[in-house]
């Protein structure tokens, strides 16, 4: 049985076979060799294979990651449990980094952040407020799943900030 999927043989091949030519191909034929290349042996079940087989043997995950390059969380993020969680894991990982890195700014209220700047108090004392009732607060959540605390400031806090300030 071969050792590597037919298309990760593939692309090795194009890869050789562009290093041993007479004239070396261009750059970005180069670099898309090589990422193909790459991205090939990611997902080449052989790597899979080889994971479990080692931790079957008794390998350790801080040995299984050292040897990919990888912390252990990171390998065992990549390759522990079954097929089927191994998938819902990664798909789960690309949801997450398809949504918007931003914090949207036409929220309610203010952050925790803005509230302690505000303030002139540290976040955990604005979340001890909170959790006292001194302080109105709600979670928001958005249609993408993120979720955000928004501190409402009355008119009594906003003026001892301002007097804080003064």
Do not use: C, F
Not at 3 to 8: C, D, E, I, Q, V
Not at 9 to 38: C, F, H, M, Q, Y
Not at 87 to 96: D, P
């Amino acid at each position: 049985m071969p050792y590597l999927s037919p298309a990760t043989r593939a692309a090795l091949s194009r890869v050789a076979e562009g290093d041993n030519a007479k004239t070396i191909p261009d750059a970005v034929s180069r670099l898309r060799d090589i990422r193909s290349l790459l991205a090939e042996l990611e997902k080449d079940p052989a790597t899979l294979a080889a994971v479990r087989e080692a931790i079957e043997d008794g390998t350790s995950w801080d040995d299984v990651a050292s040897a990919a390059g990888l912390k252990p969380s990171a390998a065992k993020w990549r390759w522990l449990g079954t097929d089927e969680e191994i998938v819902e894991r990664h798909e789960a990982g690309r949801k997450r980094s398809a949504r918007p890195s931003s914090v949207p700014t036409d929220l309610p209220g203010l952050s925790v952040a803005e509230a302690a700047k505000q303030l002139g108090v540290t976040a955990q004392a604005i979340y001890l407020r909170v959790s006292r009732g001194s302080l109105r607060a709600e979670t928001v959540k958005l249609a993408d799943g993120r979720t955000y605390k928004r501190v409402h400031l009355d008119t009594a806090d906003q003026a001892s900030a301002e007097d804080a300030e003064g």
